[in-house]
């Protein structure tokens, strides 16, 4: 079955310092979406980045970046020069691209605080 | 631009009463539809997608239910409500093809008492 685990429950950063945030994910398909969705207190879910598994360019999204590397299936953001409003969980996902099971896969997510 | 609605915002309904919780996606067509619960402090469990109207799929047993009477109208409900019903809801779209991240909306927070 396909997993995504988030190894870090709860994460801590310096207001403009740097953090990464693990995911690794389990599947045997080789095309594949990989997401990493923010939540703030509001609770709205969005959208932070992308990566298309068949791309071997990280995605970058202004202060947001990966690291995807695909053979040891693993999918870290990192963000550069935190901000307060950076404070919320953080949910890596998995969307297989083929197949009959096509439902994005949520990680149980990283709470990232930032300490001023 | 694409935009998508929830409402109500917050609810609080004793246990046993009905339920309606509805959802609106505005500036796309025939998109896939989606609804999730989130216990507090818990990642998302998908409850109901949809690939069209009248077309609706359950991942999880429970007396919920979803309806998509319109194509961009997405409704979760139910005839009796329990305890374990709490949680926050959050509808979600998808384009039908290509790109296939979600969108969410505001998101229910549905207190059942």
């Known amino acids: 079955a396909q997993t995504v685990t988030q190894s870090q429950p709860e994460m801590s950063v310096q207001e403009a310092e740097t953090v990464t945030l693990s995911c690794t994910y389990d599947?045997?398909?080789?095309?594949?979406?990989l997401f990493w969705y923010k939540q703030p207190p509001s609770r709205q879910m969005i959208l932070v980045i992308r990566q298309e598994a068949y791309k071997q360019q990280n995605a970058t999204e202004n202060r947001f970046s990966v690291n995807f590397q695909k053979a040891a299936k693993s999918f870290s953001l990192k963000i550069s020069d935190s901000q307060l409003g950076d404070a919320a969980m953080y949910f890596c996902?998995?969307?297989?691209?083929?197949?009959?099971?096509?439902?994005?896969?949520w990680g149980l997510g990283t709470s990232l605080a930032v300490n001023p | 631009s694409q935009t998508i609605h929830q409402w109500p915002a917050t609810l609080v309904q004793p246990v046993g009463s009905p339920l309606s919780l509805e959802c609106t996606v505005e500036g796309t067509s025939n998109p896939n539809l989606y609804w999730y619960r989130q216990a507090a402090g818990r990642g998302l469990q998908l409850l109901f997608y949809s690939v069209g109207i009248g077309q609706i799929s359950s991942e999880v047993p429970q007396n919920l239910s979803a309806s998509r009477p319109q194509d961009r109208q997405f409704i979760l409900s139910s005839k009796k409500l329990l305890l374990s019903d709490s949680g926050f809801y959050l509808c979600?779209?998808?384009?039908?093809?290509?790109?296939?991240?979600?969108?969410f909306g505001p998101g229910t927070r549905l207190t059942v008492t």
């Open positions: 979600a779209w998808s384009r039908g093809t290509g790109a296939y991240e979600q969108y």
């Open positions: 996902a998995y969307y297989p691209n083929a197949g009959n099971n096509r439902k994005l896969i």
């Open positions: 599947t045997s398909e080789s095309d594949y979406y």
